[in-house]
């Protein structure tokens, strides 16, 4: 008798096994059902209309808040990875925003001669702007992995317009994510070699279609290491043609890579022009790809607080992009009549 009970009872356990192994087993392909489904969503609609927005907060913080579930489908076999460089990079707004705002902060305490808090502000930039590297980085990594490896030249099959869009930002935010990590005193660890790589890989994308942005990056890393530019090579003509397609097309990228390559170079006056031109090429944008005028909206917008706050304590005023405190004034012409 106990040992037919025995029998019995090893096989209620070996049936409770099998039927937790079927369970699991059809979790998994109901979870990775699920994942497949959200990217191919996100893919043909999600992106696509997120870039449309201009609201930048909004794009940053859905960065955010769908960056971990979006990548945890990629534990049960779906792959989101391409979705994974944009909200990545996005996310990574927040941080450099964030960074900014403390930037701002060290250059008025230094101006009212606050020591203590101006090195709280600076130590403050360090950290976020370590978070943003690390975001910044992991789109990049991300891209990595959905187009390489690659050998040495090589350019990735791209298939279709998306797939341009994430090399273009990816490879992006992987030069990005070196400054960030300059500015947070290299503690990330971003590998120096990027930048070479970025140079080279950018040949890989139809200038033109893309708004002048392929050129304009290396250009950019031409006027920062002018070892990597190639022989002949006029990086601020190609940035100036760079930024003159952006504003053609309606995505001005272009613009604020010219504005980022005078402010690393010390260029003032070329960084007022770009700080004037972009703001005076604002009606043409694509509404298609507004986010990413946005994103260089920002870019610039931040380069011109700096130069505000350092100059006058206080960032550039609401409407005034494109203008500075020493401007002269304008002269107007005053109707006696409007006076009666």
């Not at 941080?95 to 090195?119: D, F, P």
């Not at 976020?128 to 910044?136: G, H, I, N, Q, W």
């Not at 613009?255 to 980022?260: D, G, K, N």
């Not at 690393?264 to 009606?283: P, Y």
Request: aromatic share 8%.
């Amino acid at each position: 008798m106990r040992s037919l009970l025995d029998k019995i009872i090893r096989s209620s356990r070996l049936v409770l096994a099998g039927g937790m192994v079927v369970a699991l087993s059809g979790c998994a392909m109901i979870w990775k059902s699920t994942g497949d489904i959200l990217v191919t969503f996100g893919e043909a609609e999600m992106a696509p209309y997120l870039f449309t927005y201009d609201d930048i907060r909004m794009g940053c913080m859905t960065g955010e808040a769908q960056t971990p579930l979006l990548m945890s489908f990629a534990e049960v076999g779906s792959w989101p990875e391409k979705l994974g460089v944009l909200t990545f990079t996005t996310a990574a707004v927040c941080m450099q925003q964030q960074a900014l705002e403390e930037e701002l902060r060290y250059h008025r305490e230094v101006r009212a001669g606050n020591v203590s808090s101006a090195q709280d502000a600076r130590i403050a930039q360090k950290r976020l702007s370590a978070v943003a590297a690390k975001r910044l980085y992991k789109a990049y990594t991300l891209m990595n992995e959905k187009f390489g490896p690659l050998e040495e030249g090589q350019c990735p099959y791209l298939r279709k317009d998306l797939d341009e869009l994430v090399w273009l930002v990816g490879n992006i935010s992987g030069v990005q994510a070196l400054v960030a990590d300059g500015a947070a005193d290299g503690t990330v660890g971003v590998p120096r070699d990027i930048v070479a790589k970025v140079e080279r890989r950018m040949k890989c994308l139809d200038n033109e279609k893309w708004w002048g942005a392929p050129m304009g990056v290396r250009a950019t890393i031409w006027s920062i290491l002018p070892q990597l530019a190639p022989e002949g090579a006029e990086p601020w003509k190609v940035l100036h043609e760079s930024e003159q397609m952006g504003f053609e097309q309606g995505v001005r990228l272009g613009s604020a890579f010219y504005a980022m390559s005078a402010y690393s170079k010390g260029d003032n006056e070329r960084l007022r022009d770009a700080i004037r031109n972009f703001a005076a090429n604002g009606d043409n944008v694509d509404p298609q790809y507004m986010m990413m005028d946005t994103i260089a909206g920002v870019l610039v917008t931040g380069l011109s607080d700096l130069l505000w706050t350092e100059n006058t304590g206080k960032r550039t005023p609401i409407g005034a992009l494109g203008t500075f405190w020493d401007d002269e004034p304008e002269e107007s012409e005053v109707d006696i009549d409007d006076l009666l």
